[in-house]
């Protein structure tokens, strides 16, 4: 099954600065991408563009991309329209771009998105921000839900993520609904597999996926994506270095932020109770943080 993104182009929208994983047994995955920094400023310019076609992959399904394949123009306005109602509060530039990372970096398809599933049933309300699968070398199988979070604070991101997850997993609502979850949210993926495109033969293996049956020759675990951004300060004599220099430092910052957390971030999984789970997280800073985080949806979805 192929992964929704029409292509993988976002990814040159970053370096990748570093890949390592967090705890012994090298099951859970920590990446470290920066934007392309151009002038000694970080390209925002160049992910507003790249994120264009990406937020159709995203909010829109393979059945609505399917009946508007001959017309580009209605499908890209109908996209937009549907992701502005939903951000229409403080955006949700975390979600496309864990959507985007899992799919570009990790290859693992997407199989119903939060926009899909959020407007399926107004009791929908902890649910994850993505649902996709990924095949594992050794034929079993992984569901990964995805979870982002964007703070200045670095750690403050990673906690607040993973409180949420645990939240997910053991199926707690703040909000006063008794419908949420996990189990919740298989059965809403189960019951919306129809707004995606899907042969009758991929309908079954995905629901296999969902609900596996004695039958089945693989095993299936719940995993999760993680997306964090947090904020990175760059000062105004630093902006003055050579183009070199600047990169060097800003790179080597950001790695030395995220590293500093490796031992905390593996802590915060065994403290919730979540290390039977796989991870794979991604993680990406941004300069003023709160400020970005909504001109850079505004100029995607313009």
């Not at 979600?95 to 570009?104: D, H, P, S």
């Not at 200045?152 to 609502?173: G, H, M, P, T, V």
Request: hydrophobic content about 35%; some cysteine; aromatic content about 12%.
């Amino acid at each position: 099954m192929k992964i929704a993104l029409e292509s993988t182009d976002i990814l040159n929208s970053f370096d990748l600065l570093l890949t390592k994983t967090i705890d012994k047994y090298q099951r859970d995955k920590l990446n470290v991408f920066a934007l392309k920094i151009n002038a000694n400023e970080f390209n925002y310019r160049n992910l507003e563009e790249q994120l264009i076609d990406p937020l159709i992959d995203y909010s829109i399904s393979r059945e609505v991309k399917r009946e508007y394949s001959d017309k580009p123009g209605r499908l890209s306005k109908k996209a937009r329209e549907k992701f502005k109602e939903y951000s229409k509060n403080d955006g949700e530039l975390g979600e496309l771009l864990l959507f985007c990372f899992l799919e570009a970096h990790l290859n693992a398809p997407k199989i119903l998105s939060k926009l899909e599933l959020k407007t399926s049933t107004s009791l929908y309300v902890n649910g994850a921000d993505g649902v996709h699968f990924r095949k594992l070398p050794d034929g079993n199988f992984q569901l990964i839900f995805g979870e982002s979070k964007m703070y200045a604070d670095i750690k403050l991101a990673f906690n607040r993520a993973l409180e949420s997850i645990y939240e997910f997993k053991n199926e707690i609502n703040g909000k006063g609904t008794s419908k949420s979850g996990i189990c919740y949210e298989k059965s809403l993926i189960s019951d919306n597999l129809s707004k995606e495109t899907f042969s009758e033969e991929e309908k079954f293996f995905l629901k296999s996926l969902i609900y596996p049956s004695e039958k089945q020759t693989f095993y299936v675990d719940d995993a999760f994506g993680v997306f964090v951004g947090f904020e990175i300060i760059v000062n105004d004599e630093e902006k003055e270095l050579p183009n070199h220099a600047f990169r060097k430092l800003i790179h080597n910052r950001i790695i030395t932020n995220v590293e500093q957390n490796f031992e905390e971030i593996y802590g915060k999984i065994r403290e919730l109770g979540l290390q039977g789970h796989d991870f794979y997280i991604y993680v990406l800073p941004f300069t003023e943080i709160d400020i970005k985080r909504k001109e850079i949806l505004k100029e995607a979805l313009s």
